[in-house]
Nanobody
Framework: VQLQASGGGLVQAGGSLKLSCAAS????????IGWFRQVPGKERERVSA????????YYEDSVQGRYTVSIDNAKRTIFLQMNRLKPEDTAVYFC???????????????????WGQGTLVTVSS
C-alpha cells in the first residue's frame, strides 16, 4: 500500500505547477484521496479531497478556483493542477488517502490511513 507523490518545485508567483499522486495496493475507486500541506512550524492545512467513485471533490477556500483535481483511473493517479500560485501557497504538500472512502472524515478530520511522502512547493514573489 503506497502513495507516491511528485511534481513539486520552484515557481514564480502567478505560475503553475501540477502535482501527482500514484496509488498502489488500494482498491482505487473506493478511496477518499487528497492533498494536505504544511509549512514548518505551522499546522497542517487541508487542500483538497476527492471520492474517486462518487466524483465529489472538496477544496479549501484559499485554493478554490485556482486548484483543480483530476483523476486518471487507468494509472491510479490523482493530479492537482495549481494555477495562479501565491507565495503563501509555499509548503510541503502531502498526498493522503482513506481506504474506506470516508470522505467527510478525511476532509474534516484528516482521517487518513496512508500518507505519501511530501513534495515541496516553493512560490517566489
Amino acid at each position: 500500500v503506497q502513495l507516491q507523490a511528485s511534481g513539486g518545485g520552484l515557481v514564480q508567483a502567478g505560475g503553475s505547477l501540477k502535482l501527482s499522486c500514484a496509488a498502489s495496493g488500494f482498491t482505487f475507486d473506493r478511496l477518499a484521496i487528497g492533498w494536505f500541506r504544511q509549512v514548518p512550524g505551522k499546522e497542517r492545512e487541508r487542500v483538497s479531497a476527492t471520492h474517486i467513485r462518487d466524483g465529489i471533490t472538496y477544496y479549501e477556500d484559499s485554493v478554490q478556483g485556482r486548484y483543480t483535481v483530476s483523476i486518471d483511473n487507468a494509472k491510479r493517479t490523482i493530479f492537482l493542477q495549481m494555477n495562479r500560485l501565491k507565495p503563501e501557497d509555499t509548503a510541503v504538500y502531502f498526498c493522503a488517502a482513506n481506504s474506506k472512502g470516508w470522505l467527510n472524515s478525511f476532509w474534516n478530520n484528516g482521517q487518513a490511513d496512508k500518507w505519501g511522502q511530501g513534495t515541496l512547493v516553493t512560490v517566489s514573489s
